[in-house]
């Protein structure tokens, strides 16, 4: 059975981590969840990725403790730099990224979750945190960078150092989950939500280029970063959908997008 379940929807993409009980990943995930990111980034009819997790409970606990317990320290590092590079390619792939959280997120799944654009969250569906302090160690896979570099530095270090665990609601007011949808149908309104960003509603080129503008540019110096915006501006004068755009403002009615 996969590790990563791998379907589509709708011009969205979605990987469903699967690994019951807590969806824990491994290497054999990472290995998994890479080439379906490869996969979705040349696939020409998705727009938008979805990462969740399988079943109710859990969208992710983290890293397998079992496959690290006894592990010699060069395969622990081997295992952290490679789970970084698959978050790296997710964060970087030219297209919008959604987690899904349909269940608890802590540890290492919430440093997954953080390498996607926007998070959403199910009501009611579980905690979500950094609680590696209390193994005695530091969250290893990006979660100290980007959290920082989401809620700011001293909001980030106290999350880290307390290890606590909050509410999905509690989340939403700090900003680190964007929208709490209802749980009933989670899966489903996950999906719409991300359904928003396609064709032909959505300019998905758009999206991928102010993804791309600020993810980048939040690395370089303001300079740098506007040069960049500069140029992807440049490449959506010459699109499809600003010229569909334009001409349906012009037009007063609602554009056509075919992400190209």
Do not use: W
């Amino acid at each position: 059975m996969p590790l990563v379940n791998y379907s589509k929807d709708r011009g969205v993409a979605v990987f469903e981590l699967h690994a019951q009980p807590a969806n824990t990943y491994s290497y054999e995930m990472m290995k998994e969840l890479d080439a379906a990111i490869l996969d979705a980034r040349m696939d020409e009819h998705v727009h938008v990725l979805v990462l969740t997790g399988a079943g109710e409970k859990f969208f992710c606990s983290g890293a397998d403790i079992n496959m690290l317990n006894g592990a010699t320290p060069e395969f622990k590092y081997a295992f952290c730099l490679h789970a970084n590079e698959t978050l790296n390619r997710l964060e970087q792939t030219p297209k919008l990224v959604i987690a899904a959280l349909n269940g608890h997120t802590v540890g290492g799944g919430l440093e997954v979750a953080l390498a996607a654009d926007l998070r959403v969250a199910k009501k009611d569906g579980g905690k979500i945190g950094l609680p590696e302090v209390k193994l005695g160690v530091l969250p290893g896979t990006g979660g100290t960078q980007r959290l920082a570099r989401l809620l700011g530095r001293s909001r980030a270090i106290e999350l880290m150092v307390t290890g606590k665990l909050m509410s999905f609601d509690e989340a939403q007011a700090l900003g680190l989950v964007n929208a709490v949808l209802e749980g009933e149908r989670f899966r489903e309104n996950a999906l719409d939500y991300a359904a928003a960003f396609v064709p032909p509603q959505a300019a998905s080129m758009a999206v991928g280029r102010i993804k791309r503008a600020v993810t980048s540019g939040l690395e370089a110096g303001f300079s740098e970063g506007l040069a960049l915006e500069r140029e992807l501006q440049q490449q959506l004068f010459l699109s499809n959908d600003a010229r569909e755009g334009i001409s349906a403002h012009i037009e007063k009615r609602e554009p056509r997008f075919q992400g190209n």
